[in-house]
């Protein structure tokens, strides 16, 4: 069993570690845009970049993502006819999306009616080239799941990394030679026939021979458990940017930008309950069906334990560096986004729910009409409290009203866990080590946040920065150590994942 688990530990972190890798390189895209472009131009293609993440949620539909609940279920020939069954429905559904996106195009001078003309107009002429994106990205968005299911997670790792890095070559390479936006359109379209040729090639080596008459689970089997999931993925996704379309609509493009770069939850924290949740979701279907709930439970929770030890001091860690992180990743010459630091705080609690992937659970139990359920129900709860908030209070009252709308949902979810489980909600996560590794934090937090405002002065950002990360660090670490919030095992796996041995 020891083995088993150091096995399930080693692939956790291959995954683990190729997501914070894209996601650095996500970052860096960002970073990249916030200093080459004006404010009006980040508006611009952070508009873009939201309709083409939109527009991808739409056509997937929870197919990739039922890569991992059927696989468990066929091999042999019958999986190679899976994936082509699952392709050929997502090149119908990324045709589609191109037309709604070219719908938005028709549409957009009167939905960003608040821009200036000229700004609006370049969006409307620049969405066509995300449809042709769309069209060439859609189908190949399985594939990670794909690698994953087969238990190739290097090879899943290196697919994530590669394509990351030529979105980032082939977006903003252009944008740092010069070239304007229309040519970084450009190569992000080169980015889509790159991504779906290499796609194509590395699935027909890793798959075995078979053809889409080979399959064994039904075209309406597939689409009544994905496309509940699917509609879930859409609505959080709406949800993600409900707030923000909101903001689009009521407010300058300039508020827009500020409420994007602040909008954001610190991106490489996030992608770890995600990236644990993908390793971990084929286990949990496997307890589910062999009827094991107290080993489902028991992994479940030594999950949560594992990755609150690193969401939840580096969530709190985010919120006192802020005001040096935002100044240091967005503000250049000319350019102020003071105003995105509060609303990047307060959405980064958030981030203190996301502790474990709560959709794989409920998926491992095939409810994936609950997962829809709980994301309609945060998104309407999201755009019922951020109009009036934003009315009233700006893209800092937009930031607190998604929050509160996390917080009910939060609630809701894991009532909805706790029916599965027959659990009451406040048993369905480890809750007292939650709230003593929360209590840590907070505790460390308070003199960091003191001593770099005592010792450094405010334009210091750099050196702010530097000193806030290093002494948070250094500081819970003992801290969580005397109070055995970290155990000698956790910094064991810890120094094996730093020195990168899952990969040799």
Same mark, same amino acid.
């Given at each position: 069993?020891?083995? #088993?688990?150091?096995? +399930?530990?080693?692939?956790?972190? /291959?995954?683990?570690?190729?997501?914070?890798?894209?996601?650095?390189?996500?970052?860096?895209?960002?970073?990249?845009?916030?200093?080459?472009?004006?404010?009006?131009?980040?508006?611009?293609?952070?508009?873009?970049?939201?309709?083409?993440?939109?527009?991808?949620?739409?056509?997937?539909?929870?197919?990739?993502?039922?890569?991992?609940?059927?696989?468990?279920?066929?091999?042999?020939?019958?999986?190679?006819?899976?994936?082509?069954?699952? *392709?050929? @429905?997502?090149?119908?559904?990324?045709?589609?999306?191109?037309?709604?996106?070219?719908?938005?195009?028709?549409?957009?001078?009167?939905?960003?009616?608040?821009?200036?003309?000229?700004?609006?107009?370049?969006? #409307?002429?620049?969405?066509?080239?995300?449809?042709?994106?769309?069209?060439?990205? @859609?189908?190949?968005?399985?594939?990670?799941?794909?690698?994953?299911?087969?238990?190739?997670?290097?090879?899943?790792?290196?697919?994530?990394?590669?394509?990351?890095?030529?979105?980032?070559?082939?977006?903003?390479?252009?944008?740092?030679?010069?070239?304007?936006?229309?040519?970084?359109?450009?190569?992000?379209?080169?980015?889509?026939?790159?991504?779906?040729?290499?796609?194509?090639?590395?699935?027909?080596?890793?798959?075995?021979?078979?053809?889409?008459?080979?399959?064994?689970?039904?075209?309406?089997?597939?689409?009544?458990?994905? /496309?509940?999931?699917?509609?879930?993925? +859409?609505?959080?996704?709406?949800?993600?940017?409900?707030?923000?379309?909101?903001?689009?609509?009521?407010?300058?493009?300039?508020?827009?930008?500020?409420?994007?770069?602040?909008?954001?939850?610190?991106?490489?924290?996030?992608? &770890?309950?995600?990236?644990?949740?993908?390793?971990? @979701?084929?286990?949990?279907?496997?307890?589910?069906?062999?009827?094991?709930?107290?080993?489902?439970?028991?992994?479940?929770?030594?999950?949560?334990?594992?990755?609150?030890?690193? /969401?939840?001091? +580096?969530?709190?860690?985010?919120?006192?560096?802020?005001?040096?992180?935002?100044?240091?990743?967005?503000?250049?010459?000319?350019?102020?986004?003071?105003?995105?630091?509060?609303?990047?705080?307060?959405?980064?609690?958030?981030?203190?729910?996301?502790?474990?992937?709560?959709?794989?659970? +409920? #998926?491992?139990?095939?409810?994936?009409?609950?997962?829809?359920?709980?994301?309609?129900?945060?998104?309407?709860?999201?755009?019922?409290?951020?109009?009036?908030?934003?009315?009233?209070?700006?893209?800092?009252?937009?930031?607190?009203?998604?929050?509160?709308?996390?917080?009910?949902?939060?609630?809701?979810?894991?009532?909805?866990?706790?029916?599965?489980?027959?659990?009451?909600?406040?048993?369905?996560?480890?809750?007292?080590?939650?709230?003593?590794?929360?209590?840590?934090?907070?505790?460390?937090? &308070?003199?960091?946040?003191?001593?770099?405002?005592?010792?450094?002065?405010?334009?210091?950002? *750099?050196?702010?920065? *530097?000193?806030?990360?290093?002494?948070?660090?250094?500081?819970?670490?003992?801290?969580?150590?005397?109070?055995?919030?970290?155990?000698?095992?956790?910094?064991?796996?810890?120094?094996?994942?730093?020195?990168?041995?899952?990969?040799?």
């Amino acid at each position: 069993m020891g083995k #088993q688990n150091d096995n +399930l530990t080693e692939k956790t972190g /291959v995954v683990v570690f190729s997501r914070i890798i894209t996601t650095v390189i996500d970052l860096a895209i960002v970073i990249a845009t916030l200093q080459l472009l004006t404010k009006t131009d980040v508006a611009i293609l952070m508009y873009l970049l939201m309709i083409h993440e939109i527009a991808r949620n739409m056509a997937t539909l929870g197919f990739p993502e039922s890569v991992f609940y059927y696989f468990e279920r066929v091999g042999g020939s019958a999986r190679k006819a899976f994936v082509l069954q699952t *392709v050929s @429905i997502l090149l119908l559904t990324a045709l589609v999306a191109g037309i709604i996106i070219l719908g938005v195009s028709y549409f957009a001078p009167w939905l960003l009616s608040e821009w200036d003309p000229s700004s609006a107009l370049q969006v #409307q002429n620049l969405l066509p080239w995300v449809a042709l994106i769309a069209l060439l990205e @859609i189908p190949t968005w399985p594939t990670t799941n794909i690698l994953l299911a087969l238990d190739r997670q290097k090879d899943s790792a290196w697919y994530e990394m590669s394509t990351s890095l030529l979105v980032f070559v082939c977006l903003i390479g252009p944008l740092a030679l010069g070239y304007g936006l229309e040519v970084a359109m450009l190569g992000f379209v080169v980015y889509g026939v790159i991504r779906f040729a290499g796609s194509y090639i590395w699935l027909q080596i890793v798959l075995p021979d078979g053809k889409i008459s080979d399959s064994e689970i039904t075209l309406k089997e597939q689409v009544n458990f994905s /496309v509940p999931l699917g509609f879930s993925a +859409l609505v959080n996704k709406i949800n993600r940017y409900a707030d923000k379309f909101i903001v689009s609509i009521l407010l300058s493009a300039s508020a827009y930008a500020e409420y994007s770069v602040g909008a954001q939850e610190m991106p490489i924290i996030r992608v &770890i309950p995600f990236a644990v949740g993908s390793v971990l @979701i084929s286990r949990y279907v496997a307890f589910q069906l062999e009827e094991k709930k107290e080993e489902l439970l028991e992994l479940w929770y030594k999950g949560v334990e594992k990755v609150s030890l690193l /969401v939840i001091p +580096l969530t709190i860690m985010s919120i006192v560096i802020a005001p040096d992180l935002i100044s240091l990743i967005a503000e250049s010459e000319g350019e102020d986004y003071s105003n995105a630091v509060l609303p990047f705080q307060i959405y980064n609690l958030i981030v203190l729910m996301r502790i474990t992937h709560y959709g794989s659970i +409920l #998926q491992a139990f095939g409810d994936t009409k609950g997962v829809f359920y709980l994301s309609l129900n945060l998104v309407a709860a999201n755009i019922a409290l951020s109009i009036p908030f934003t009315i009233w209070f700006g893209i800092t009252g937009t930031a607190a009203a998604t929050f509160i709308a996390n917080m009910y949902n939060w609630y809701i979810t894991l009532r909805r866990i706790g029916g599965h489980m027959d659990l009451p909600a406040y048993k369905v996560l480890p809750f007292p080590f939650y709230l003593k590794v929360l209590g840590t934090s907070v505790l460390v937090a &308070i003199p960091v946040w003191y001593s770099r405002n005592l010792f450094l002065n405010p334009e210091s950002v *750099v050196a702010g920065l *530097v000193f806030g990360i290093v002494l948070y660090l250094f500081v819970f670490s003992v801290a969580a150590t005397m109070l055995s919030v970290i155990s000698a095992d956790d910094w064991k796996k810890l120094r094996n994942w730093l020195q990168l041995k899952f990969l040799r």
